[in-house]
Structures are given as structure tokens and as C-alpha cells.
């Protein structure tokens, strides 16, 4: 239960900078934050990329509850189900790994 109250605040961070897509265009100036500049290209990006992780972690969540509940889905064992969630989830993150190499160049 920790776990999950304290994923909810990181989706709510993450899914919140999604908003950076709107507010950052690529043709502003750098934005400034203290001492730090970040291009505007880069703020928008990381918009992006809050979003893709927190779906990544509600799918982790989902996949723990499937593990939890050992409960088959659709015409599958519960032991199939467990194996296909945890296929599914690393295969998630894989290709959201691929997106960010792929953004970030």
C-alpha cells in the first residue's frame, strides 16, 4: 500500500508536466530556472516524457495487481495472465526506453 500512495504522487507529477507541451513552445527563448537554462525544445520534450512514465507506472501498478490477484483474463490461466503482464511490461518499457534515446537526439 506505501508503494502505490507513493507512485500516485510521482504519476501526478509526471502526468502534470504533460501540460509543458502547451505552455513550452520549440520556438520560445530558454526558459530559466535560478541558475540553470533549459532550451525550449527541452521543456517541451520533457512533457513528453512525464507522460510516458507515468503510463509506464500505472501499468506496473496493473501488473502488480494482476500478480496479487492471480486471476486469469479472458481464456487464460492465472499463471499465463502473470506471464503475458510481466511480457507486456517490459516490452513497454523497452520501447519507451527506444522513444526517449530517439527524442533525446
Known amino acids: 500500500a506505501k ?5 500516485f ?3 501526478v507529477v509526471l502526468v502534470a508536466w504533460f501540460r509543458m507541451i502547451f ?7 530558454p526558459i530559466i530556472i535560478g541558475a540553470l537554462e533549459i532550451p525550449a525544445v527541452v521543456a ?9 512514465w507515468g503510463l509506464v507506472l500505472v501499468a506496473f501498478e496493473n501488473v502488480l495487481y494482476l500478480t496479487y490477484r492471480k486471476q486469469g483474463m479472458w481464456c487464460f490461466s492465472p499463471e499465463s495472465t502473470v506471464k503475458l503482464a510481466y511480457l507486456y511490461l517490459t516490452l513497454l518499457a523497452s520501447l519507451t526506453a527506444l ?6 537526439s
Open 3 to 7: 508503494l502505490m500512495k507513493t507512485t
Open 9 to 11: 504522487w510521482i504519476k
Open 23 to 29: 505552455i513550452c513552445k520549440v520556438t520560445d527563448g
Open 44 to 52: 517541451h520534450t520533457l512533457g513528453f516524457w512525464g507522460l510516458q
Open 99 to 104: 522513444k526517449f534515446i530517439w527524442s533525446a
